[in-house]
């Protein structure tokens, strides 16, 4: 099983920008979508945005549509996160996963991922 490492995030005033990467030591032919999920305090872990490896179709909540861009770089080893305008109920713990699509699609769906990274602490304030 390959190894999520996440990198960027921290903290960003209320409107602004900041980036957030995962980058796979390995690529495996089972994990065509990646995904990044986000868990605020004290609340459970939702999708924000997928993206599909091999035809690059994404995916986004409807809470963040317009705001976030999910991309992948040309090497498919790394997956970027791009939170634009953000607001104080962006600040989460963000982790970015990898898994198999699920009816032929990557979801936003928790339990269609089966590897994932360690996290990476994104804080917004206002």
């Known amino acids: 099983q390959e190894h999520l490492v996440q990198s960027g995030g921290g903290s960003v005033e209320a409107g602004g920008s900041l980036n957030v990467s995962c980058t796979a030591s390995?690529?495996?032919?089972?994990?065509?979508?990646v995904a990044w999920f986000r868990q605020p305090p004290g609340k459970e872990r939702e999708g924000v945005a997928s993206?599909?490896?091999?035809?690059?179709?994404?995916f986004y909540a409807d809470s963040v549509k317009g705001r976030l861009i999910v991309s992948k770089a040309n090497d498919e080893n790394t997956l970027y996160l791009q939170l634009n305008s953000v607001p104080p109920e962006d600040t989460a713990m963000y982790y970015c996963?990898?898994?198999?699509?699920?009816?032929?699609?990557?979801?936003?769906?928790?339990?269609?991922?089966?590897?994932w990274g360690q996290g990476t602490q994104v804080t917004v304030s206002s």
């Open positions: 993206i599909d490896r091999f035809n690059e179709q994404t």
């Open positions: 996963a990898e898994g198999p699509r699920d009816g032929g699609y990557c979801t936003l769906k928790v339990d269609q991922y089966t590897n």
């Open positions: 390995g690529l495996s032919k089972n994990t065509l979508c």
